[in-house]
């Protein structure tokens, strides 16, 4: 099975392709945490300790499908770039979309050069 690790085994058309669907996915996902950061502001408006939060948050899968699609079968390193997509989709709220999508692709392909060294 080819895999992101290699990605040099894709064909132009091949990689055109999983690139194309990865920043949907990577879209529909920072979206996905858009909804839940404004669900949570909402929840808390008339909390004064801030803390209510709702866990669906914890339960968006598409980032899972990504993972499947490209090859990337570990969960440790799925942790690992799960983390990278949570921190970077949190910390550019007010960023548009797609933009961090391309931030996401961009630090995931970095930590997967790292990653390939532990295969």
Known sequence: MKSVYYSTKYSDSELK????MAISILEDYVLMIDVCNWVNKLINTSNERKDA???VENKINGIQTL?????ISRVDHQE?????????AVN???????????????????KLL?????L
């Open 53 to 55: 939060f709702w866990g």
């Open 17 to 20: 392709y999983r690139n194309d």
């Open 80 to 88: 690992v770039l799960e983390d990278i997509a949570y921190t970077i």
């Open 114 to 118: 790292i990653l390939r060294e532990e």
């Open 67 to 71: 993972f499947h699609i490209v090859g």
């Open 92 to 110: 550019t709220l007010d960023e548009d979309k797609n933009e961090r999508a391309l931030k996401i692709k961009a630090a995931f392909l970095e």
